[in-house]
């Protein structure tokens, strides 16, 4: 909580409580707070999540959304990055996580918050800390090349931007030389480029080599995108993984610009819409010295970001299981108590991202836990509630 809020430790001090005196909160801050201990911490999280009987009808895990989260670091250091298109003249971090269609976060990265900084997302992906392996990504337009098709199709990924600039988009057909196709109907005069395949021939051993060192973790994604790009001009194996993804981009397009079934854009408009919520809490959590990040060296950074991901997925599971048990509720009351009938439809759309019933501000106490079996009781809606600054209205 203190790294996640970014308060230090002095509003989550105890002095009467062992575990909470402020020596033995640096002892474990120094020793405990690791990258591989939050990851397995987190990994308990994700797991708990997904067996909340709520969470079948949001999704199965399968669909997933990367995006960063940006923080201004105002000390000097060297993992920090320019992009003055959201920070002018400071530098900062970006913070990537990726997030499932379940509301759990399964997996984080800290980089330099520069404007390539989205060419970290398939790394981000490679090194996920637990949950099911997401079959569709949804990202914005930021992270979008051919090459990057190319990539996340070769490692079994639906890669799905959105784009900003869909009338600027070219449509592809894919034709051997020398063989005889049919006709694309409406989408003759569409699709007009082509696919030029006997470079995806020639390569394809060399593809499959850089395929299996990506999920080896022999080499890094971002370093191949920026070798295989040069500044614009492309490797031959660049523009081998380009041409492909000119494929897997075209089969994106086409389920984008559907005018029968819009299921595909909206799933992808959904799971961005959980991104941004998510952030969105991320910087209420994240409160502490105007959000700023204070730690110089990068192995610091991931920590406190990392625990602030584990404090969210946390405060998701909490929200979790108290709308499941009032979904519950709601569906047990006999048919005359019912003001309305709670359909899978409208739980298919409750988020637990919402958080008016989380404040952040003031010190924090750990002494008046959750029962330890069950749940709280449920507010009944009917009732006034007063705070301890509030009176009954007289009449």
Partial sequence: MSEACNIGYTPVIDAEDEALTRARLVHVDQYYLRVDTIAAANAKLIEAQGRVPIVEHWGEGLLASVDGLRFVVPKRTINAGPSPKYYHFKRAITWLNAVNDQVAGIGQMVVPGTPRDSLHILDALLNLDAGVKPEMVATDNASYSDMVFGLFTMLGYNFSPRFKDLNDQRFWRAEMPGVQTGDYGPLEELARNKVNLTKVSTHWPDMLR????????????????????????????????????????????LRVVDPVDDTYRRQMNRQLTVQESRHKLARDICHGKRGQIMQEYRTGQEHQLGALGLVLNAAVLWTTRYLDASVAHLRTLPPQEREHEVLDEDVARVSPLKHANLNCLGRYSFAAGPPREGLRPLRDPATVHLGEDDSPEEE
């Fill in 210 to 253: 850089v395929t299996g060192s990506l999920v080896t973790g022999q080499v890094r994604a971002y370093d191949l995108l920026r070798m295989f790009g040069r500044e614009g001009r492309p490797t031959p194996l660049g523009q081998a993984f380009a041409e492909y993804g000119r494929i897997a981009k075209t089969l994106h397009l």
